[in-house]
């Protein structure tokens, strides 16, 4: 399908990228305010995210190349303070495509976890590399009183540098695409992803950060913690169903059965596509994607990056 094709050449920077529009996806949508400070900019590939301190602007990640005018002049809806800061959850194009807008004309700082970092200078194919000021490796607080900002690291999971930024003032977290759609999330193992390492991850994240109630998604809309919590106990449920089921001698096929008939995952497990949903089929079918990375991460296989699957290729139910 094409928003398959043209999402995994823009992670892989196999074409070069114009423009969201230009490649069938949703051009970027108006504000939403998420709290008091805090506001979600959806479209053009991830979630931006503003947050309006006292004197200033954070912007968390930049959507796909040539985002950046359409981005500003949402800003420019609720406030004209400047953008100052810019923080990257990771290392992909449509999270760090327009970077170079804000990073150029308003000589914004950069932050960006350490393993992020070093895959944003480096760049790759079509992208340029992207500047950072700034990286951290487990923690960084950034500002005092009810202006800070916290950027933590907990490990692998969407890739090896994904960043959960917390606004504790306004007690949201950006969680990036370690949690998008509010289903299985995508596993990219070129960027140091891991499906067996996520749970962990995700559990830090829950146990590890306090007072907060919204999750805005990487992709997708907003959850409260309490969801956020279901999704760090569904992927838990994944991979230890994938475990015992590899030793048992069984296949990915057996695990999604058994994945799907235990009731308080059923959110999880659902044929229709999501709304606003680019890329990556539906829930199920991502569900049974990272049955199989995690299959092969089991057996000491290089997993496969899949960000989709024909749905003529997904078992069939068995109740």
């Known amino acids: 399908m094409q928003r398959v094709a043209v999402l ?19 051009g970027i949508e108006e504000a939403q305010q998420v709290s008091e400070n805090v506001w979600r900019i ?24 040539n985002s950046g005018e359409s981005i500003l002049a949402e800003i420019r809806k609720f406030t004209d303070k400047p953008v100052t800061t810019l923080i990257n959850t990771h290392s992909h194009p449509d999270h760090v495509g327009s970077n170079a807008f804000f990073a150029e004309n308003d000589g914004v700082q950069v932050v960006a976890q350490a393993n992020t970092a070093a895959r944003m200078r480096e760049g790759g194919g079509p992208f340029p590399p992207n500047r950072v000021d700034t ?22 999971a969407h890739t090896d540098g994904d960043a959960f930024i917390v606004f504790p003032e306004d007690r949201v977290m950006m969680a990036g695409d370690a949690y998008a759609w509010h289903m299985s999330g995508l596993i990219d193992p070129a960027s140091g992803g891991s499906m067996l390492a996520m749970p962990t991850t995700l559990t830090a994240v829950f146990y590890g950060i306090d007072d907060v ?17 279901s999704y760090m106990t569904f992927n ?31 959110i999880f497990m659902g044929d229709k596509m999501l709304p606003g949903l680019e890329y990556g089929g539906t829930p199920r079918g991502r569900a049974y994607i990272n049955l199989m990375v995690a299959f092969e991460e089991l057996r000491g296989e290089e997993p496969q990056l899949r960000m989709g699957i024909d749905p003529a290729e997904i078992p069939a139910r068995t109740n």
Do not use: C
């Open 8 to 26: 995994s050449a823009i992670l892989l920077g196999g074409v070069a990228v114009t423009g969201a529009v230009a490649q069938g996806l949703p």
């Open 42 to 65: 959806p479209g053009a590939g991830g979630n931006s995210v503003v947050f309006v301190r006292s004197d200033d602007v954070v912007l968390v990640d930049t959507k796909l190349p």
């Open 135 to 156: 990286e951290f490796t487990t923690y960084r607080q950034l500002g005092e009183g009810e202006d800070r900002v916290e950027v933590y690291w907990f490990g692998a």
């Open 213 to 229: 109630d919204t999750v805005i998604q990487g992709h997708g809309g907003t959850s409260t913690w309490e969801e956020f919590g």
């Open 236 to 266: 838990r449920g994944l991979v230890q169903i994938a475990e015992e089921t590899a030793q048992s001698g069984g296949t990915p096929e057996d695990a999604l059965a058994q994945l799907e008939s235990m009731p308080s995952f059923a």
